[in-house]
């Protein structure tokens, strides 16, 4: 295994929760900066959470208050609790390193969150 496995979505109504869980190939204590990223049908994939090595966040303004990114690095996993989730919440949820580019892995499967109205 090279690329992180992402698992955690579903189908979920508006307003309901989901958790997210990322399972990294190999050690996260390397890399300084994880995060989640999402992409929306027919848009380019964005960053919406990330969280530093020493548990520093940001969110996306548009998921700011609602979604809370963590990590266990002896466990090599990267979560992200979804609640209030809107219909826009809806795509592919992908972890990666923050760059991706710098230290990241090949881009897994992702998990795909569909929020129904």
């Known amino acids: 295994q090279v690329q992180p496995v992402e698992s955690g979505g579903g189908l979920v109504q508006a307003g309901g929760s989901l958790r997210l869980s990322c399972a990294a190939p190999g050690s996260i204590v390397s890399i300084n900066i994880m995060g989640w990223y999402r992409q929306a049908p027919g848009k380019q994939r964005e960053l919406v959470a990330r969280?530093?090595?020493?548990?520093?966040?940001y969110y996306a303004d548009s998921v700011k208050g609602r979604f809370t990114i963590s990590r266990d690095n002896a466990k090599n996993t990267v979560y992200l609790q979804m609640n209030s989730l809107k219909p826009e919440d809806t795509g592919v949820y992908y972890c990666?390193?923050?760059?991706?580019?710098?230290?990241?892995?090949?881009w897994g499967q992702g998990t795909q969150v569909t929020v129904s109205s």
């Open positions: 990666n390193a923050v760059p991706f580019w710098s230290g990241g892995y090949p």
């Open positions: 969280i530093t090595l020493g548990g520093s966040t």
